[in-house]
């Protein structure tokens, strides 16, 4: 890894990510816009799922004088992004989010978390963990926003949403020339020289449709969340968004 230009892997990382997440950066500005902070503030946000960042630089952007933790369990993007980083104020943490432990000194200390195509990773059980753990992490009146897929309750439906994701997809690649996931894979460890840790791999225990809206309406609310809503939705691709009640 010591010899990779970062900052070249960081830009075609993006490149292929906005090409298979639809309208993914118009979804950061959007979270970030719908937190509503001050950007005179010192708001304190917690990116989870970070990779190598993008998120993370965004919330910055917005909210220049925030304190960020970029959580991530891939120690390749986050090698990433602290080479890219040009502050102290993204503070790149690898960490498995499925371990309580890790979020018992965050009690109460976001203003905000969000989270980018991560979720989905997850298995059912451990999102409804998850959700409880990003509750108390959140100062009153925090807010959660997550962007991710989302399933249909209707497979057909479902199953349409999937075949049109994928032709806008291959399309977005044929336009950009972007590396696909194994080509980004299989040229960085050439580019590397060696053989890469891909543990994050060992995190994958969800579905690449993720669940269903429903789902996530019920297990935040259940989770103690109110102002629950949807504030984008394209097919099967969503922002959604949460508050801690303020006390």
């Not at 980083?85 to 432990?101: I, M, P, Y």
């Not at 032709?167 to 590396?179: E, L, P, R, T, Y």
């Not at 939705?233 to 922002?239: K, L, T």
Request: hydrophobic content about 40%; aromatic content about 12%.
């Amino acid at each position: 890894m010591e010899k990779l230009d970062r900052q070249h892997w960081f830009a075609r990382w993006e490149a292929m990510q906005n090409c298979y997440v639809p309208h993914r950066l118009y979804r950061f500005d959007l979270m970030l816009k719908l937190a509503d902070l001050s950007r005179e503030g010192e708001a304190h946000i917690l990116d989870l799922g970070c990779g190598p960042g993008a998120l993370s630089f965004c919330a910055l952007r917005h909210y220049p004088k925030a304190r960020i933790v970029a959580a991530d369990f891939d120690p390749v993007m986050l090698a990433i992004g602290r080479g890219v980083a040009e502050t102290d104020r993204v503070q790149f943490v690898r960490v498995d989010l499925r371990q309580a432990g890790w979020w018992e000194p965050y009690e109460e200390t976001f203003d905000l978390i969000v989270s980018s195509t991560m979720l989905h990773w997850l298995s059912e059980g451990n999102i409804k963990r998850l959700y409880a753990h990003i509750y108390r992490a959140l100062k009153p009146g925090g807010q959660f926003f997550n962007s991710d897929h989302m399933a249909s309750n209707d497979p057909a439906i479902q199953a349409h949403y999937r075949k049109l994701l994928h032709v806008n997809q291959q399309s977005a690649f044929h336009v950009v020339g972007a590396d696909d996931w194994e080509s980004f894979w299989r040229e960085l460890e050439q580019a590397a020289g060696e053989k890469l840790d891909r543990s994050e791999e060992e995190l994958w225990e969800g579905t690449d449709n993720g669940l269903p809206r429903q789902f996530h309406v019920e297990t935040l609310r259940a989770s103690g969340f109110e102002q629950v809503a949807f504030h984008w939705q394209d097919m099967g691709e969503a922002v959604i968004g949460a508050r801690k009640p303020y006390r």
